[in-house]
C-alpha cells in the first residue's frame, strides 16, 4: 500500500487475507433478500469475471461505497487484479485479490461462493476508523511503525531504484510502516525514497528502528516442521521471557529434523534471520552449525549440517520447490546459505 507521491492524504488500500481460496462460475442476475442470485459455468475470461465479482459487490454495496477494480504490481515484479471498497467518509480502502478466486472458479468454485468469498473477507477486516494519515508526514509519529522484510534483490530490481534497502547476500532489507495489525491481515505501507526525504532520515536510522520495532511487533518463532504443519504454534509470552523477542522449541535429539523460522503471523518471517542473537542461539541449542533453506519471504527453515546433506542438494531441492510449490510473488532466493559458530554469521553457499 502506497500513497500518491504527490498527496500523502491519498486514500489508502489495504490486502486482507481471502476466507477461502480460489473461485468459479457466471454472471450474477440480481440480489435478492440479500442472497446472491447467478448462473454458473459460462465465464472464460479473467476482465469478466472480475466485471461480474464488481457488478455484485455495487449492487451489495450500493449505498455510500464505491467499488474500483486495481492492477497492481507485487513482489518480484508479479502483476495482480484486485478489487477495492472504498466506504464514503474512510481514508482506508481494503482490497481482495482476485486472482487465486478466479483460478479455483475455473476449477469449479460457484461465482455464488467466489461472491460471498470477497464479501465475507471484506467484512471480516473492514476498518472500524480512519488512519490518521497525518502521522505519516511526521516522523516522530511515524517511527515506532518502522518494520524491515527480506525480499530478493534481483527479482526487485525495478522497485528498488526508488526504494530505500540494505543489500544482504542476494537479498534486499527494505522498510514499510505498520498502520494496522488485525486477525485479517496487516495494512502497511512501503517506504520509499521520497518518505526519507520528507523525514528527514536515512537508511542506517531506519535499519536501527526496523531491528526494534520488528522484533517487537511480529514475534519470531522457531518450531519443528510437524508443528507448524499441523497449526499447533498458538503460544503466549511468558513473563520470564518477556525480554526476549522468539521463542524456540528444538529437539536436541534429532538432528535430521527440519525447523520453520518465522514470525507468529506468517507474514514476510524470513525477516527473523535479522533478529539479534537468534541464529546463534538455534545453533548453540542444536550443538551445530547450520543450513539456512529460503522457503519463501514469509519463512525459512533450518537444518543441522550434522544431517549429513550437501549444500549443492539442498540448493537443487530449493529451487524445485520453488518452481512447483512457492508462488511467484513470494519467492526469496534459489540459493542456500550456512550459519557458522565459528564466525557468528551467514554465508552464501
Same mark, same amino acid.
Given at each position: 500500500?502506497?500513497?500518491?507521491?504527490?498527496?500523502?492524504?491519498? @486514500?489508502?488500500?489495504?490486502?486482507?487475507?481471502?476466507?477461502?481460496?480460489?473461485?468459479?462460475?457466471?454472471?450474477?442476475?440480481?440480489?435478492?433478500?440479500?442472497?446472491?442470485?447467478?448462473?454458473? =459455468?459460462?465465464?472464460?475470461?479473467?476482465?469478466?469475471?472480475?466485471? &461480474?465479482? @464488481?457488478?455484485?459487490?455495487?449492487?451489495?454495496?450500493?449505498?455510500?461505497?464505491?467499488?474500483?477494480?486495481?492492477?497492481?504490481?507485487?513482489?518480484?515484479?508479479?502483476?495482480?487484479?484486485?478489487?477495492?471498497?472504498?466506504?464514503?467518509?474512510?481514508?482506508?480502502?481494503?482490497?481482495?485479490?482476485?486472482?487465486?478466486?478466479? $483460478?479455483? *472458479? #475455473?476449477?469449479?468454485?460457484?461465482?455464488?461462493?467466489?461472491?460471498?468469498?470477497?464479501?465475507?473477507?471484506? $467484512? #471480516?477486516?473492514?476498518?472500524? /476508523?480512519?488512519?490518521?494519515?497525518?502521522?505519516?508526514?511526521?516522523?516522530? /509519529?511515524?517511527?515506532?511503525?518502522?518494520?524491515?522484510?527480506?525480499?530478493?534483490? $534481483?527479482?526487485?530490481?525495478?522497485?528498488?531504484?526508488?526504494?530505500?534497502?540494505?543489500? *544482504?547476500?542476494?537479498?534486499?532489507?527494505?522498510?514499510?510502516?505498520?498502520?494496522? @495489525?488485525?486477525?485479517?491481515?496487516?495494512?502497511?505501507?512501503?517506504?520509499?525514497?521520497?518518505?526519507?526525504?520528507?523525514?528527514? &532520515?536515512?537508511?542506517?536510522?531506519?535499519?536501527?528502528?526496523?531491528?526494534?520495532?520488528?522484533?517487537?511487533?511480529?514475534?519470531?518463532?522457531? #518450531?519443528?516442521?510437524?508443528?507448524?504443519?499441523?497449526?499447533?504454534?498458538?503460544?503466549?509470552?511468558?513473563?520470564?521471557?518477556?525480554?526476549?523477542?522468539?521463542?524456540?522449541?528444538?529437539?536436541?535429539?534429532?538432528?535430521?529434523?527440519? *525447523?520453520?523460522?518465522?514470525?507468529?503471523?506468517?507474514?514476510?518471517?524470513?525477516?527473523?534471520?535479522?533478529?539479534?542473537?537468534?541464529?546463534?542461539?538455534?545453533?548453540?541449542?542444536?550443538?551445530?552449525?547450520?543450513?539456512?533453506?529460503?522457503?519463501?519471504?514469509?519463512?525459512?527453515?533450518?537444518?543441522?549440517?550434522?544431517?549429513?546433506? =550437501?549444500?549443492?542438494?539442498?540448493?537443487?531441492?530449493?529451487?524445485?520447490?520453488?518452481?512447483? /510449490?512457492?508462488?511467484?510473488?513470494?519467492?526469496?532466493?534459489?540459493?542456500? *546459505?550456512?550459519?557458522?559458530?565459528?564466525?557468528?554469521?551467514?554465508?552464501?553457499?
Amino acid at each position: 500500500m502506497e500513497p500518491d507521491k504527490n498527496s500523502i492524504k491519498e @486514500k489508502e488500500t489495504y490486502t486482507m487475507k481471502n476466507s477461502m481460496n480460489n473461485g468459479a462460475a457466471n454472471n450474477y442476475s440480481n440480489n435478492a433478500g440479500g442472497r446472491i442470485i447467478m448462473a454458473n =459455468g459460462t465465464i472464460q475470461t479473467m476482465e469478466v469475471f472480475v466485471d &461480474t465479482v @464488481k457488478g455484485v459487490m455495487e449492487a451489495i454495496y450500493d449505498d455510500g461505497y464505491r467499488i474500483s477494480v486495481e492492477p497492481v504490481t507485487k513482489n518480484n515484479g508479479t502483476h495482480f487484479t484486485r478489487i477495492a471498497f472504498h466506504k464514503k467518509g474512510m481514508n482506508i480502502s481494503p482490497a481482495v485479490y482476485l486472482d487465486e478466486l478466479f $483460478e479455483a *472458479y #475455473q476449477k469449479g468454485m460457484t461465482m455464488e461462493e467466489v461472491c460471498w468469498n470477497v464479501r465475507g473477507t471484506y $467484512e #471480516q477486516c473492514k476498518p472500524k /476508523q480512519d488512519f490518521d494519515d497525518t502521522r505519516l508526514t511526521d516522523f516522530n /509519529q511515524v517511527k515506532d511503525l518502522i518494520c524491515f522484510k527480506l525480499v530478493n534483490a $534481483e527479482k526487485n530490481r525495478e522497485m528498488l531504484a526508488d526504494t530505500p534497502y540494505i543489500p *544482504y547476500h542476494d537479498f534486499a532489507i527494505i522498510f514499510y510502516a505498520v498502520l494496522a @495489525k488485525s486477525e485479517g491481515g496487516v495494512a502497511s505501507i512501503l517506504v520509499k525514497d521520497f518518505h526519507m526525504k520528507m523525514w528527514g &532520515t536515512d537508511t542506517q536510522t531506519m535499519y536501527s528502528l526496523a531491528m526494534e520495532n520488528t522484533q517487537r511487533i511480529f514475534r519470531g518463532s522457531i #518450531q519443528p516442521m510437524e508443528s507448524v504443519v499441523a497449526e499447533i504454534m498458538e503460544r503466549k509470552m511468558d513473563a520470564e521471557d518477556s525480554n526476549k523477542f522468539y521463542d524456540m522449541a528444538v529437539d536436541t535429539e534429532d538432528m535430521m529434523s527440519m *525447523y520453520v523460522a518465522s514470525n507468529y503471523e506468517r507474514l514476510n518471517g524470513a525477516a527473523v534471520l535479522l533478529y539479534p542473537n537468534l541464529l546463534r542461539d538455534f545453533a548453540e541449542r542444536i550443538g551445530a552449525d547450520f543450513y539456512i533453506l529460503p522457503s519463501s519471504i514469509h519463512e525459512v527453515i533450518f537444518l543441522s549440517e550434522s544431517a549429513g546433506i =550437501g549444500s549443492e542438494s539442498l540448493k537443487m531441492m530449493v529451487q524445485e520447490v520453488n518452481v512447483t /510449490q512457492v508462488d511467484a510473488d513470494e519467492i526469496l532466493s534459489d540459493n542456500v *546459505y550456512f550459519y557458522s559458530r565459528a564466525l557468528d554469521r551467514v554465508v552464501m553457499m
